[in-house]
């Protein structure tokens, strides 16, 4: 763990992805992270070129599914927000399922939306660590409430 990031435990960061925009299901995924208790403290309607894209992932660079993921996520708009609430990274987890939507549980946003273990809905930030960083990556700070 970096000294230098603050360790804010009740926030994540999340993105609509490009195949949930396109199908037209920003509204109900938004619904079902305010009904999920989540305040949303900063949001943005936005797309990824490929280079974003490829440093937003960087993480993954070595994993065979790079160069696709890359592809589709800066293939359309996106959705990104930072979300406030108790225990935000774990739950926020909870809330969107298993990566593989075939794997995710009943009543999870990847459950009803996604489409594929690629083109899977939403991303959620795995820890308070990368939920910071990658929050920064998209927003300023004047950008958040
Ligand atoms: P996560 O989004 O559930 O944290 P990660 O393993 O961090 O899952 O993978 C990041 C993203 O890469 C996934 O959300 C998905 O879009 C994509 N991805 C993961 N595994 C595969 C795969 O096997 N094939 C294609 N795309 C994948
Ligand atoms: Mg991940």
Known sequence: MQKNFKMIQNR???????????????????EKITAAGFKIIAMKYSQL?????????????????????????????????????????????ALIGATNPEEAAEGT???????????????????DENAAIEGAFHFAGKEIF
């Open 109 to 127: 946003i990847r459950k009803i939306y996604a489409t594929s273990i690629g083109e899977n809905a939403v991303h959620g930030s795995d820890s």
């Open 49 to 93: 070129s490929l280079r974003d894209a490829q440093a937003f992932y960087a993480v993954h660079s070595e994993r065979p599914f790079f160069g696709e993921l890359v592809e589709f996520m800066s293939s359309g708009p996106i959705v990104a927000a930072i979300l406030e609430k108790d225990n935000a990274v774990e739950d926020f987890r």
């Open 12 to 30: 994540t960061f999340t993105m609509i992805k490009p195949d949930a925009v396109a199908n037209g299901h920003i509204g109900g995924i938004l």
